[in-house]
């Protein structure tokens, strides 16, 4: 896997299948796939040990519940696009506790400590309601995330990412970004296979380009044929 830094190439915003990189699987019929398409057959024998309920086909290979990923690995190459979206979520997730804080977190003693206090409350309130319950409501999908075409998804069946899941991939981003830096979380993408941040690794999610939608209940990912 390289770790150099990746951008969605032209074309990846209409759908996942137009920003597969060379090489790998697309599910594609056979001969129009790249080498992880077409694995050989130590590599075959090696994934069926590997994953309960995996099927190997001239589409590639077939994700079920139990598989390492419901999806292939081209479906998470949208990298670019999640920087992009985590610097806009993060301004507009910021914007009432910014006034709060800046109402509130005024005077001395008690009452500089109250309006703390209240002020921190506005921040959690605000933060739970905008990546956990708006997503968890509107296809997986924050503001930004709308905007560029991508969504959160469970990485157990890939199907939409329980409120328990974007409630961990939110204190995620303790790890990801608030605790050091965000290059945490971009550089722990990019030596993921799946481009999984800390908090989707806790979560067990997957970000995926809005096109994925049309798969989620179908092949060739659910192992429906």
């Known amino acids: 896997m390289s770790s150099t830094p990746e951008w969605d190439s032209p074309g990846q915003w209409g759908g996942a299948q137009q920003g597969a990189e060379p090489g790998e699987a697309t599910g594609a019929p056979s001969g129009q796939g790249g080498p992880e398409a077409h694995p050989s057959a130590g590599e075959r024998d090696d994934w069926a040990a590997g994953g309960p309920g995996q099927q190997w086909s001239n589409q590639g290979w077939t994700g079920q519940p139990g598989y390492s990923s419901p999806v292939n690995i081209a479906e998470t190459r949208v990298t670019g696009r999640r920087v992009i979206q985590y610097i806009i979520d993060s301004f507009l997730a910021g914007i009432i506790p910014g006034i709060a804080f800046w ?101 067990k999610t997957l970000v995926v380009s809005t096109g994925y939608a049309h798969y989620a209940t179908g092949p060739p990912y659910a192992g429906q044929r």
């Open 103 to 203: 109402l509130f977190d005024r005077g001395h003693g008690v009452w500089h400590s109250l309006g703390w206090l209240f002020s921190v409350l506005i921040w959690v309130v605000v933060m739970i309601w905008y990546w956990v319950v708006r997503p968890t409501q509107s296809n997986g999908q924050t503001f930004a995330m709308k905007w560029m075409g991508l969504r959160v998804i469970s990485k157990l069946d890939g199907g939409p990412a329980s409120m328990t899941q974007m409630f961990v991939r939110w204190i995620g981003l303790i790890f990801d970004s608030w605790l050091l830096t965000p290059l945490v979380g971009y550089v722990t993408i990019l030596f993921s296979r799946y481009r999984q941040r800390i908090g989707d690794h806790m979560a």
